[in-house]
């Protein structure tokens, strides 16, 4: 949209790059969000009567500290990014659509659940066999698209970061690697939504290294770096920057203690879009690099699970992870802090991928 107000006006060619298309997606999605915040919690306030309910074999602080806050914050997120996407990016380019797409659909199945949960006061609302069955679909819709996109040669290909020649080509079994690539992220990403600003604070970092990844990977410097080209990746960094500016103004609210909660609404999509963006620019191994606090989430659950199965006895003290911290007697804010400290470090560790040639 931007584009064509740009060529209306005879704007300097330097406003209408990407670049500078990424500063002001970035900061559209951050006024939005800083703008209509109070707004969207007072609705939710009015509807949520009794706000998200607590897990009541959870952190025992939990049922004093958040009981009554109301969840479905993601809409802030995903409206503000949406709304940046469609005002700074190329309209033209299918990956802006199947960016779009990816967060629409899994930000509408987080919100049935969410609506669910609110209205039945129950901690179990969509089956998890409907929910993965959504995920799934849509995520196939996606890599068929980035797929077709690609050239013929990299269309199936695994890239393993750090190393300059290593390429794996999986043939068609790429296509439901990236599919669970996508779905795993969705769902991690949802895992590490338990405690205030966790979540946001991470995506944060996740995203704004992939920002930087798209951007290099799209333009006509990415042959002095270690990366593949791929073609109309470059708007996939004004996509980044929108879902940065929508999370921090998110983060003003939702930090501890939260006045919302981004609830599966925000969570599900975002973490399909990490996982999208990822399948996009061939950089599926270095996202659980960057988002290994993610993987470590949903790996703990899925250790707690075996194990009690197994043992009958509990592996952590209480999964996700983050309780387990809780539980061995870390105030919630330090929980957090240190994870973000965490993020922020693989954040740095993924950057070091580039290496320029």
Known sequence: MLQYLFNLLSAPEYLNT???????????????????????????????????????DGPKTHLLTKKGTPTMGGLLILGSAIVSMLICGELSNPLIWVCILVLLVFGFVGFVDDYVKVTKQTANAMTARMKLFLQFSTALAAVGVISWLMPENERFVL????????????????????????????????????????????????????????????????????????PHAAEVAVVCAAVVGGCLGFLWF?????????????????????????????????????????????????????????????????????????????????????????????AVIGLTALQMR
Not at 161 to 174: A, E, G, K, Q, R
Not at 289 to 295: C, H, L, N, S, T
Request: with cysteine; proline share 3%; glycine share 8%.
């Open 254 to 346: 939702n930090a501890a203690p939260a006045k919302v909660f981004m609830g599966d609404t925000g969570s599900l999509a975002l973490g399909g879009l990490l996982g999208t963006t990822a399948v996009i620019l061939k950089q599926e191994i270095l996202l659980a690099i960057v988002g290994f606090v993610f993987v470590a989430e949903a790996l703990s659950v899925m250790i707690q699970v075996f194990w009690f199965r197994r043992t009958g006895k509990r592996f952590f003290k209480m999964a996700p992870i983050h309780h387990h911290f809780e539980q061995c007697g870390w105030p919630e804010t330090r929980v957090v802090l240190r994870f973000w400290i965490v993020g922020a470090v693989l």
């Open 159 to 230: 890239n393993f970061p750090y190393f300059m020649n290593l390429i794996v080509d999986l043939w068609w079994f790429y296509v439901p690697f990236a599919m669970v690539v996508i779905v795993g992220s969705s769902n991690a990403v949802n895992l590490s939504d338990g405690l205030d600003g966790l979540a946001s604070g991470l995506l944060v970092a996740a995203f704004t290294v992939f920002m930087i990844f798209a951007y290099i990977a799209g333009s006509e410097f990415v042959k002095d770096y270690y990366l593949l080209p791929v």
């Open 18 to 56: 990407v670049y500078a298309r990424c500063f002001m997606a970035f900061f559209v999605a951050l006024i939005l969000a800083l703008s209509f915040g109070d707004r969207l919690i007072k609705i939710l306030h009015a509807h949520q009567a009794k706000g998200q309910p607590i897990r009541k």
